[in-house]
């Protein structure tokens, strides 16, 4: 059933180069993840691929364009598409970020951060509401990497966070790399960060690399 959550076991990210090794050794897997605006075409090999391997294991299907945090609503158009992709896949859980890449009706081609204070949080819970109302299923919310702060913020990510779930019943995917990437740019602890945040809502766990800027002064990741 679509929505129904993950089990806890490991699973990565899927690259079309890798499928022929995984469907030969797919027990060792507990999910595959994939970018869902990937595959909002109607067909082609990319669909034939991710259709076998969700016949062997669980999907997690990862969202990057709603734009949660802006101004606008969700675009309808791309709500359908996701939704097709929800009734066609069934995946466990279905995430998206918490931040925003269009304003105007100009896309940028990145994950762009917001302030933490009332109007951003009434419209991020209304545009949750609104994604999860149209696929029928939760939706995971991942925390950001953040490089900077706003001066008109008037809570931390973390109560913001927990707010939304909160008020939304949503979920959260939780990205360590992001919370350490994001605590060390924003000089805070990233295991007070952690404690912060409403811990039995977590769906899925997002692990990777990062790199340090190397010009002088305090870390930035």
Not at 1 to 19: E, I, Q, Y
Not at 39 to 62: D, K, N, T
Not at 152 to 160: D, I, K, L, P, V
């Amino acid at each position: 059933m679509a929505g129904a959550g993950l089990r806890a076991r490991s699973g990565v990210g899927l690259k079309p180069r890798h499928v022929p090794q995984l469907l030969r050794d797919v027990r060792a897997l507990g999910f595959v993840e994939v970018h869902a605006e990937n595959y909002m075409v109607a067909g082609g090999p990319l669909h034939a691929q991710l259709r076998a391997v969700r016949e062997c294991c669980e999907l997690s299907l990862h969202g990057v364009a709603l734009g949660l945090g802006g101004e606008a609503r969700p675009d309808r158009a791309h709500l359908e598409r996701l939704r097709e992709l929800v009734r066609r896949y069934e995946p466990a859980a279905f995430s998206e970020h918490l931040a925003w890449s269009s304003h105007g009706g100009v896309f940028f081609n990145d994950l762009l951060p917001l302030p933490y204070d009332g109007p951003a949080m009434a419209r991020v819970c209304m545009h949750v509401g609104i994604a999860q109302d149209h696929l029928g299923i939760p939706l995971l919310l991942e925390n950001p990497s953040t490089y900077l702060e706003f001066a008109a913020s008037t809570m931390g990510e973390a109560q913001f966070l927990s707010e939304v779930v909160r008020r939304t019943g949503c979920g959260l995917l939780l990205d360590l790399t992001n919370a350490h990437v994001s605590c060390t740019n924003r000089g805070e602890d990233a295991r007070a960060y952690l404690d912060a945040l409403p811990l039995g809502a977590v769906g899925e766990i997002h692990l990777a690399g990062f790199a340090q800027d190397p010009a002088p002064g305090a870390p930035l990741l």
